[in-house]
């Protein structure tokens, strides 16, 4: 297969049924209303099923349902959208079933609009619905690597029986640039679903798909079970990009279409002979913590820029423990930072003005 | 000795937590009867609600999911789009499809899905602790309307059966009693039939059962069923609201 250019969301699209989703359940909503478009096409011909829910509530239970009869499904939104599926998300979640969630961000609070941001780190990372739980956090930064990761993210989350949230942002989805769809390349060993409700057809003891743990031993229990997939998802599936991190006086971190920019103005940094790192988180939980150690003991300090007012600079400052100070730009409400305002940051860094 | 009759073996071997007189158990077992006489329970999907019957997921004896407040019917929907081939079932109480879940409900009949739902219609919310539901009657005392349940503040009790009725991918609604053996065997025709819709591949079939909660009303169980019938069933009127075959 050569590339072909493309539309984020129907990259999204594409890869999801690449990576063998079948069934897709969701609810108009600005800036991802072609994945659902394209899906609602594409899925029929596949022998696959699109249902336009009633909302998005409906639709992350109609995920629920689907992904509870073994099918490999998912639901995509955008930001109030994703907010109304948190509660479905929790029970999934507590139920352990395997499912995509897709979040096209955008402004927020409340209706906020329409334009690029990354306002829902914490919504993603911390656990936007109720409960002791975590979701698998993708934040691609192209289309290529958005390819790839929707194509692997149904066997990721077959694997750990662990909801998998790929965090884009208006800009992923609306740009287009040339991709190739191939096959998920890690394969994993996957049990089979045997724990799916499909009917006992007389041969085993009834399927429960459950969160309800009234007995408190018992769901003390159950958290215990999901933190030991917790950690061994900490072990295996945490993913990042590091550029020029040894060496630098400034560490940027940024993730998503940021980093992108981010990575312009390091560019520019460059040419005016600054040495200036990049640590790209793609996967938002599990954190890469690892990336920091790397860091150099007396670099200046680390510049987390994001479209938003903070959130993944929580992560950064746990990350760098004290070792080094943090500081943080970023622009909000679908406003985008610009090369020269983080070349700007950086520098003050360097002069100690910050 | 021959066995005359024993326990559904659609039903799972435990003792359920209802309360002493509530109707719960008398459904459970119509619904079981109707899944084994139709040689459907090994490929039936139940989906429990959140309410009383929160716990029906043990009872049941077939593969059942546990879905959130009022979702049901779009858990359901996921499981029946992909599983077409297979019986799926929803039971839910009043405060689950009446109020939280009514959008669901609406909407799954809307789109005819193929599915059934048993929906248990007590007048109150009973796992909470007996606060007011949409479908509490008028001057009806709850923890929520210690007066009695006002029209001018809360309007009027719901009619869901009436309701669902208008909507052309249901096809078939009623609504049973299980007070007494007549109505009991009257409930049961209604369930098979609703079963049978399914099967058929005819679209969305509801029973609604009005039913008793002896605990949450303050009155023993047959107190209960008498204020059931007195004030219930004149403002529930039983019956067929829709049936496929007929039209």
């Known amino acids: 297969m050569t590339k072909k250019l493309m539309k984020g969301n ?45 909302s998005e509530i409906a639709a992350i239970n109609m995920v ?48 906020g609009g329409i334009q690029p941001s990354q306002c829902d780190y914490f919504q993603a990372t911390r656990g936007g619905g109720n409960g002791d739980y975590r979701l698998i956090v993708y934040a691609p930064n192209n289309l290529q690597e958005t390819a790839d990761i929707m194509s692997e993210a149904f066997e990721t989350s ?34 089979a679903k045997d724990w799916a409700t499909t009917g006992t057809d007389g041969k085993r003891k009834p399927n429960i ?43 940027c971190v940024a993730y998503g279409t940021t980093s992108r920019i981010v990575k312009s103005a390091i560019m520019e940094c460059e040419e005016e002979g600054l040495k200036v790192g990049l640590i790209r988180p793609i996967t938002l939980w599990p954190y890469p913590d690892e990336a920091f150690d790397k860091i150099k003991k007396d670099c200046k ?54 | 000795m021959s066995v005359v009759y024993q326990k559904s073996r659609g039903l799972t071997d435990v003792s359920t937590h209802y309360c002493p007189g509530c109707t719960h158990g008398i459904i459970h077992k119509l619904v079981a009867e109707c899944l084994v006489e139709l040689d459907i329970l090994e490929k039936s999907i139940g989906v429990a609600p959140v309410g009383c019957a929160v716990l029906a997921y043990d009872y049941f004896n077939c593969d059942m999911q546990e879905a959130a407040h009022g979702r049901a019917p779009a858990v359901g929907t996921g499981i029946k789009r992909v599983q077409p081939d297979k019986f799926v079932f929803t039971y839910q109480g009043d405060g689950d499809l009446a ?30 602790g007996g606060q007011m539901a949409p479908t509490t009657l ?11 349940r006002k029209e001018e503040l809360a309007g009027k009790p719901i009619k869901i059966s009436e309701m669902l009725a208008t909507i052309d991918g249901a096809k078939y609604i ?43 009303w303050g009155k023993s169980p047959v107190e209960a069923l008498n204020w059931l019938r007195d004030n219930m069933i004149p403002y529930y009127p039983l019956g067929v609201y829709k049936d496929w075959e007929a039209e």
């Open chain 1, 10 to 54: 129907e990259v999204i699209g594409e890869a999801a049924i690449n990576g063998g989703c079948r069934y897709f359940f969701g609810y108009p909503i600005t800036p991802q209303n072609e994945v659902p478009e394209y899906l609602s096409k594409r899925l029929p011909e596949v022998g696959g099923m699109f249902v336009q829910a009633e």
């Open chain 1, 64 to 111: 629920y349902g689907a992904a509870g009869s073994g099918a490999r499904a998912m639901t995509s939104s955008s930001s109030p959208g994703i907010a109304l599926k948190q509660e479905g998300i929790s029970y999934i979640a507590g139920a352990m079933l395997p499912c995509v969630i897709v979040n096209m961000v955008r402004g927020g609070p409340g209706l």
């Open chain 1, 158 to 191: 077959d694997y750990y029986r662990v909801p998998v949230m790929i965090l884009g942002d208006g800009m992923i989805g609306q740009m287009m640039e040339p991709v190739e769809i191939t096959p998920p390349k890690k394969k994993r060993n996957l049990p």
């Open chain 1, 209 to 251: 798909i459950n969160s309800l743990y009234l007995n408190p031993a018992q769901l003390e229990e159950h958290n215990l079970k999901l933190e030991k997939i917790y950690e061994d998802i900490k072990a295996n599936e945490v993913r990042y990009e590091a550029y020029n991190v040894e060496d630098a006086d400034v560490v």
């Open chain 1, 301 to 354: 300090g680390l510049l987390c820029v994001e479209m938003s007012l903070g959130q993944m600079i929580d992560d950064v400052k746990i990350a760098a423990n004290g070792r080094w100070k943090s500081y943080f730009y970023g622009r909000t409400g679908g406003m985008i930072p610009e090369p020269e305002d983080i070349k700007n940051e950086i520098k003050k860094i360097i002069r100690g003005e910050k």
């Open chain 2, 99 to 128: 109020s939280i879940g009514s959008n669901e409900i609406v909407q799954v009949a809307h789109r005819g899905e193929k599915i059934s739902t048993i929906f248990v219609n007590n007048a109150i919310y009973g796992m909470t």
């Open chain 2, 138 to 148: 008028i001057g009806q005392k709850t923890t929520t309307c210690q007066d009695g």
């Open chain 2, 174 to 216: 009623a609504r049973v009693s299980v007070d007494s053996p007549a109505h009991i065997r009257q409930a049961k025709k209604a369930i098979m039939r609703a079963f049978q819709t399914q099967l058929e591949g005819k679209g969305f079939s509801l029973v609604e059962v009005i039913s008793s909660c002896p605990t949450n």
